[in-house]
T-cell receptor, first 111, second 113 residues
Framework: SQQGEEDPQALSIQEGENATMNCSYK?????LQWYRQNSGRGLVHLIL?????REKHSGRLRVTLDTSKKSSSLLITASRAADTASYFC???????????FGRGTSLIVHP | DTGVSQDPRHKITKRGQNVTFRCDPI?????LYWYRQTLGQGPEFLTY????????KSRLLSDRFSAERPKGSFSTLEIQRTEQGDSAMYLC???????????FGPGTRLLVL
């Protein structure tokens, strides 16, 4: 079974709008990462947030982590058509080297 | 190109045949991971190597699956007696020891007819 669950499963927005994706996980984690996957390709690492961090920024990406709710969100600001992809959260529990991926959010950004 | 490479990119085979996939990690990385991804799902962990040692295997890895990393560099994943349920994308990733970020290859898409 997968540790994380993303919400929504699919998101369709217009270019320029913000996109927010949420991820929930089940057990205590060491860190949580977000990856992006273009159709039929491998995953690309976007950002990592540690369990003692609450918010992190990278360019147009903003990630938050709420360990009390066991949830994280990824915000993409001023979206572009090139942001169209699937986005996965991957949680890493303490003592493990193996991240557990959620089912992903499929984002479509219309030009 | 210094990224993770996988070969072949696509494989179509008939049920019952054996298939072998290759992964070449980033050269300095000593950890190598195999994942399976089916449509609409996230990657599911199969196995991982540190150098040439296979340190962990998922329960998903049935006895028809075997993985090797003989010299601690490239790795192969073999599926024997393929079944239609083996149809999936097989992803390879690599990392340094102690680094939490994994670098993924483009994947091998397997279709078992």
């Amino acid at each position: 079974s997968q540790q994380g669950e993303e919400d929504p499963q699919a998101l369709s927005i217009q270019e320029g709008e913000n996109a927010t994706m949420n991820c929930s996980y089940k057990t205590s984690i060491n860190n949580l990462q977000w990856y992006r996957q273009n159709s039929g390709r491998g995953l690309v690492h976007l950002i990592l947030i540690r369990s003692n961090e609450r918010e992190k920024h990278s360019g147009r990406l903003r990630v938050t982590l709420d360990t009390s709710k066991k949830s994280s969100s990824l915000l993409i600001t001023a979206s572009r058509a090139a942001d169209t992809a699937s986005y996965f959260c991957a949680s890493l529990i303490r003592g493990s080297y193996i991240p557990t991926f959620g089912r992903g959010t499929s984002l479509i950004v219309h030009p | 190109d210094t990224g993770v490479s996988q070969d072949p990119r696509h494989k179509i085979t008939k049920r019952g045949q054996n298939v072998t996939f290759r992964c070449d990690p980033i050269s300095e990385h000593n950890r190598l991971y195999w994942y399976r991804q089916t449509l609409g799902q996230g990657p599911e962990f199969l196995t991982y190597f540190q150098n040439e040692a296979q340190l962990e295997k998922s329960r998903l890895l049935s006895d028809r699956f075997s993985a090797e990393r003989p010299k601690g560099s490239f790795s192969t994943l073999e599926i024997q007696r393929t079944e239609q349920g083996d149809s999936a994308m097989y992803l390879c990733a690599s990392s340094f020891t102690g680094e939490e970020t994994q670098y993924f290859g483009p994947g091998t898409r397997l279709l078992v007819l």
